[in-house]
């Protein structure tokens, strides 16, 4: 019996810590500008880790795209980067998975099946960009961010649809 309730304990004790240091969930507050600018940082490597997948297995159409995203990430980062250094943010930008991890590995897939899973490791990604970008909207806490978030927000909407679309026809 006193086996059992050690047992007991020993979960109880090793659960609790784990619910009050376990990692933020942004779910659960309003994201703040230093929030917004990692999230959309960690968005433009993944964007530009894409372009690096596709050097590797990559067709024509794929590369081209690829390339015009790590681009358009490349000027969202400049942009950010004078909002950033405006309001003093320093961003904690977690290290993110590579585009590449999220994909199907080359070695192991076909032309298609790289295709489609470009286009499929993409609307993720997008989606929580998109979420992200909403919900500081709702509550900006700087109104150069704000006006960033606008903009931003019906290019990225556009995008993932065309990425919906590509990967329902392939």
Known sequence: ???????????????????????????????????????LYAFSRFQQGLLESTDLKGNTEVKNLAALRAEEAAKRDKALKRIQETIGAE??????????????????SDGPTYVRSFYASQIPEY???INLLERYLKAPDNA????????????????????????ADK
Request: net charge negative.
């Open 91 to 108: 961003p904690h930008v977690n290290k993110a998975t590579s585009a590449s991890a999220s994909l199907i590995e080359p070695e192991t």
């Open 127 to 129: 989606d929580a960009a």
């Open 1 to 39: 019996m006193r086996v059992l309730v050690a047992i007991v304990l020993v979960f109880i004790s090793t659960a609790a810590p784990a619910d009050s240091t376990g990692e933020r969930n942004l779910g659960d507050r309003m994201p703040s500008a230093t929030d917004v600018i990692g999230g």
């Open 144 to 167: 150069a961010l704000a006006a960033f978030a606008r903009e931003q927000l019906p290019m990225l909407r556009a995008q993932v649809k065309a990425a919906e679309r590509t990967m």
